[in-house]
């Protein structure tokens, strides 16, 4: 009943397919928004669960997450400003319906 | 005394501007006219006066002991680490920040006072918005940089300070910065002090990097210890253009003070400074933000070595003399004065390089209070003429502007080092002048004995004493009896005073250093450096002593005696009766002469700058035999010189212009007049180097650009044409066309099936990319299974 | 459900902000306080916990069956946010289920001794970026429970490559056997991540630095008020 590495891998790929499907199906901005967040979630656990179990005391594992997280909510601003951008141009985040751009 | 009450009268002091600016910069537009300039008087000046005056009557009181005692427990906070060094933030208290405190406050608020009076009809509005206010948050700024500056404990902070004071000078220069001479001027003294800081920085490293700390007293403390032992930035062999680097740290330092204050090479932006109100030019320009530079070097002395004190000495001594000549060709009044500033702040850095500490910073004391005064009658000769500040069309204004005259004349007088020698009568000039000559003098001519004195002063002293302001040398100091016999003697000579003992044991006494033998060597090394001053920065000191007279003089009788040159000018003068009231004040300032208050309190300082440990040779008890004898013939000397000086310039101008005119006509002297007329050169020769070097450069590389690569690129575009339209008639119309259109046919084909995923949405997309993915992983899955079971029996 | 509205008419008067009406579903405010309440007790405790194994003073029992316990809790508690950030149609319950995902996962680090992590975890991720994700719904949603779906095919197709390519990557982990697992690496101090952080890392960490600045000055240009 030892909790090892691949007990936290394992949740890392539901988080990934999680955030995957999210993406997959939303309509909305937002939505697919928080799918991304999901995958970027799984990506920092697999690497803070391989620097605790590979990582010999290297924090590099804790610090690559450190910096997913400094993009994520990066992205996550940007991210939202767009979404703000596309509202006050279509009036809807539905991002079916903002095909301006498309040929 | 009370604990920590003078520190924090000081700080507050330093923070009722900050307040102030802040306030006017808020408030001061509904504050209206005369309101937000008295605001800008009361808080920014008048706080900070009754601070310093309650400071300094306490300061006076104290004895030696117990000011030691204050300055020794005076709070250091910490303020950041860097490292592990701790950048502490604190007020320095001793009696030479007590007496530039005192100094600084008491002319800027007379200042600030005559600002009041004078703006309301120089701040003209600028986008409907009146300026006044402006002008005070400005002044406010400036006096809380200044404070700051002369009670900062730290190098740091100091820096910061130093910083801000330039930032307040570009603000006050460019006041009027819809005229674009103003804008102009306040560049280029921006400009101009960041080259200097950009010394000051790399001399800030130095001191951080070799003596690990920034804070005043434990650098030098570090510094002394590192000479004793020959470690840390003695054990250094670097070297640049000959100079070591404990030598390099101190230029460094010092250049900082050449541009603040103006040394010859980066003298160029004080005279355009003038483009800024004549109460900033009498504040910034005179006064105090110049003095800042003297003032760092004075607090840095102890970091200085005898080779960046004679490069110090080199560059005052010419600039008082070059800057002098200047003054005299120059007929605009207040460009006049800024020379004559440049001239007076190239005797202080001299005497500093000289070694005549106590008899600079008495210099600039003195010289900030006439000055000041100076430029206020300056300005109230200005206001009063309409803006004409040609002298060539004014004359004959003290029958209209008497108390302006008068005053100006004492001013005059003060520059000029008016006094009756023999005696202890005599204007603030003539005493600190005189000083510095004296030591320039002793430094020139009596090296011999100067050296034979310091090697009695090794045998005699053992210890290294690093501890400054011991208390019984300060007791000596305070003696009532022995001030008034100061008032005579030299600034290195205090320890004379206790002539009674045997000469090795004052000199045990004083906190010069004496050297370990085991570092012998190594003093010769950075000693070998020292030698005596050469002769000639000695007489062309002299020199300027008697042409500083002469042009102060003919400035002071072409605009106030003679005949009006100028109906309109002359019909118009007219004096405003209360901006004459800070004329008064600071003209019986320059008369008391701050000589009985300023002069014991920085000789008391002073025990501080001869615990200069590189020092030996120019300060402190070494030259107490050598200066005694040349200081009487000098007291004659220099106080003849006013006489002189005074005797040519009526004698060329009391009659009009016509005589000077004549003379400068002459075959002779005219070479010389338009090289003194265009400043020596030294703008267009910065043009000529920097700016024209600069777009030298660039049109370099737009020959470049434009002949040579742009030449190959069109060749090689022009084959390229030539080879296009070959393949063009030959292949392409018959061989690629076919090809190309097949391809397009069919791609439409393929692309009618393909169109369908491009769905252009994006989770289609996803969907797309994670189910190949999936794909691949399940694939070598699958194949990994096969080889696994494959191998496995 | 009905989409009731209040308009706040915020300053300069172009941009509204829309509320949920005061008949907002209960369930979404119990939601919020209760998963607010449950992250904090649990993190304060799993915070503890972790400091405590680092110490050496807890070293028998997580070992065992209570870091069984733990991890099987807090594992549950992580599928089940994500199963319900993908049923979810309505976007606050999203960002609801999101906020509870986000704070299990900080719980996760904490058990991998990732403390310092897990803190920023909580704040950036769980405070920072999902308010700014609820301002958005806020911002660009006349109606918050506004429900745009895929056609029915495509959440199929989407299903079966999701619960493939989970299938097969916990295949993978099983078929995997790591080399180096008998030492298991104690928590690292926060002195320790940062000295490596201006050491090793110092220019990815100044890089990200000026990132934060480009998107700050980016978002704010993109969302500003058109003039």
Redesign the interface.
């Known amino acids: 009943m030892t909790i090892g590495l691949t007990h936290y891998l394992v949740v890392a790929a539901v988080l990934f397919c999680g955030g995957l499907f999210t993406m997959m199906t939303k309509r909305n901005a937002v939505g697919i928004l928080i799918g991304v967040e999901l995958v970027l979630t799984s990506s920092i656990l697999n690497f803070v669960a391989f620097d605790r179990y590979l990582g010999k005391g290297r924090v590099d594992g804790q610090i690559t997450g450190l910096f997913i997280i400094v993009l994520a909510a990066a992205e996550a601003a940007i991210a939202v400003a767009i979404c703000i951008n596309v509202y006050k141009n279509l009036s809807t985040v539905d991002v079916d319906r903002a095909t301006r751009l498309q040929g | 005394m009370n604990g920590h009450s003078y520190e924090l009268a000081l700080a507050a002091g330093v923070l009722s501007p900050l307040f102030s600016f802040w306030a006017l910069v808020f408030l001061g537009p509904r504050m209206g006219k005369p309101i937000a300039g008295w605001f800008g008087v009361i808080l920014g000046m008048g706080v900070p006066l009754a601070m310093a005056a309650y400071v300094l009557l306490g300061w006076l009181g104290l004895d030696a002991a117990a000011r030691a005692q204050l300055t020794v427990n005076a709070i250091r906070l910490h303020w950041a680490y860097l490292g592990s060094v701790p950048v502490t933030i604190g007020v320095k208290l001793d009696s030479l920040t007590v007496a530039m405190f005192f100094m600084v406050t008491f002319i800027a608020f007379w200042i600030f006072f005559f600002s009041v009076g004078y703006m309301a009809g120089h701040s003209d509005e600028v986008d409907h918005q009146s300026k006044y206010h402006r002008f005070f948050a400005y002044l406010s700024l400036f006096g809380f940089s200044m404070l700051g500056l002369v009670v900062s404990s730290s190098l740091l902070f100091l820096f910061i300070f130093w910083e801000l004071v330039g930032l307040c000078s570009y603000l006050l220069i460019g006041f009027y910065f819809d005229r674009q001479y103003a804008t102009r001027a306040a560049m280029k003294a921006f400009i101009t002090n960041r080259v200097g800081d950009f010394g000051f920085i790399i001399g800030l490293m130095l001191v951080y990097f070799h003596l690990h700390t920034l804070d005043l007293d434990e650098a030098a403390r570090n510094f002394a210890a590192q000479h004793a032992s020959g470690t840390g930035i003695f054990a250094n062999t670097f070297a640049l253009f000959g100079f070591a680097l404990p030598t390099l740290m101190g230029i460094g330092l010092f250049c900082g003070a050449m541009g603040k204050s103006a040394q010859f090479p980066l003298h160029v932006w004080l005279p355009d400074a003038m483009a800024g109100p004549t109460p900033v030019s009498a504040l910034i320009h005179a006064a105090t933000m110049v003095a800042a530079g003297v003032y760092l070097v004075a607090r840095v002395f102890r970091l200085m070595t005898p080779d960046a004190l004679m490069f110090i000495s080199t560059i005052g001594c010419l600039t008082l003399f070059l800057m002098a000549l200047i003054a005299i060709v120059q007929t605009d009044i207040k460009k006049c004065l800024a020379y004559s500033t440049l001239s007076q702040l190239g005797y202080m850095i001299f005497g500093l390089g000289c070694g005549a500490w106590i008899a600079a910073l008495f210099h600039l004391i003195t010289h900030a209070f006439f000055k000041a005064m100076l430029f206020l009658g300056s300005g109230q000769v200005i206001e009063g003429c309409h803006h004409e500040q040609d002298m060539r069309k004014m004359g004959g204004l003290i029958k209209k502007m008497p108390v302006t005259g008068i005053t100006f004349l004492i001013g005059v007088l003060a520059i000029a080092g008016f006094g009756i020698p023999g005696t202890s009568i005599g204007l603030g000039g003539f005493f600190s002048k005189d000083e510095i000559l004296a030591v320039a003098y002793a430094r020139a001519f009596q090296w011999d004995d100067v050296k034979k004195f310091e090697s009695s002063h090794e045998r005699g002293g053992e210890e290294h004493h690093s501890t400054e302001n011991t208390p019984q040398q300060n007791g000596e100091l305070n003696d009532p009896k022995s001030k008034v016999r100061m008032a005579k003697i030299e600034s290195g000579e205090q320890f004379r005073l206790v002539s009674d003992e045997p000469p090795h044991k004052a000199a045990a006494a004083s906190p010069e250093t004496t050297e370990p033998e085991h570092s012998a060597h190594r003093m010769a090394s950075i000693f070998a450096g020292t030698k005596p001053l050469p002769s000639w920065m000695f007489w062309l000191a002299i020199a300027t002593a008697y042409i500083t007279p002469f042009y102060m003089m003919r400035a002071w009788w072409m605009t106030f005696m003679g005949k009006p040159r100028d109906e309109h000018v002359h019909h118009h003068a007219h004096e405003s009766s209360l901006m004459f009231i800070p004329l008064i004040v600071l003209a019986g300032g320059t008369l008391v002469s701050s000589y009985f208050l300023f002069r014991p309190l920085i000789a008391d300082a002073s025990a501080v700058a001869s615990a200069a440990p590189m020092v030996l040779a120019t300060d402190g008890a070494v030259h107490t035999q050598a200066i005694s004898a040349a200081h009487h013939w000098l007291e004659y000397g220099v106080g003849f010189a006013f006489a002189i000086g005074f005797i040519f310039a009526i004698a060329i101008y009391a009659r009009g212009l016509e005589i000077a005119r004549r003379i400068q006509n002459l075959f002779f002297v005219w070479p010389v007049h338009a090289l003194l007329v265009h400043k020596y050169y030294i703008d267009e020769i910065y043009d000529l180097v920097w700016v024209k070097g600069c777009l030298l450069v660039a049109n370099i590389c737009r020959f470049f650009d434009t002949w040579i690569v742009d030449l190959v690129f069109d060749t090689l575009a022009a084959g390229t044409e030539r080879l296009a339209a070959f393949s063009g008639l030959v292949l392409d119309n018959h061989g690629v066309d076919g090809v190309v259109n097949g391809v397009a046919s069919t791609s439409m084909d393929v692309s009618d099936v393909l169109r369908g995923p491009q769905t252009g949405r994006i989770r289609n997309y996803v969907l797309f990319a994670a189910g190949a993915a999936t794909m691949i992983i399940v694939l070598l899955l699958w194949v990994g299974v096969r080889s696994a079971t494959a191998v496995t029996p | 459900m009905k989409s009731e509205e209040r308009r706040l008419k915020i300053e300069m008067g172009t941009v509204h902000m829309v509320c949920p009406s005061r008949s907002s579903p209960f369930a979404l405010r119990s939601c919020f306080s209760v998963g607010a309440l449950f992250l904090s007790f649990a993190s304060t405790a799993f915070a503890s916990a972790g400091t405590a194994i680092d110490r050496g003073v807890m070293t028998a029992a997580p ?3 209570l ?2 316990l733990l ?1 099987n809790l807090v ?1 549950g508690g ?2 089940a946010s ?2 319900g ?2 049923v979810s149609r309505n ?1 606050v319950r ?2 609801v289920w ?1 906020f509870i ?2 704070g299990s ?1 900080a719980m ?2 904490f ?4 403390n ?2 897990g803190a ?2 909580l704040i ?2 769980a405070g ?2 999902l308010v ?2 609820i ?3 806020m ?3 006349k109606s918050p429970w ?1 429900r ?3 056609p029915l095919v ?2 199929i ?3 079966v ?6 299938v ?9 056997t ?1 080399s ?2 008998e ?4 928590g ?1 101090s926060l002195a ?2 940062g000295e ?2 201006i050491n090793v ?1 110092l220019v ?1 960490f100044e890089v ?1 630095g000026v ?2 600045m480009i ?2 000055v ?3 240009h ?2 500003r008020q ?1 003039e």
């Open positions: 070992a065992g069956k870091e069984w991890f594992a992580v599928v994500v199963i950030v993908c976007i999203m960002a999101l995902c986000l996962v996760l680090y058990m991998l001794a990732a310092f992590l920023i975890q950036v991720y920072g970026t700014l994700l301002f958005g719904v911002l660009t949603s506004v745009w779906e895929a495509e959440m197709a989407a299903g490559v999701c619960v493939t390519l989970l097969s990557l916990w295949a993978v982990l099983l078929r995997t790591w180096g697992l030492s298991v690496s104690p690292a320790t991540i490596k952080l890392y990815p990200a990132l934060l998107v700050m980016g978002a704010a993109l969302a058109e």
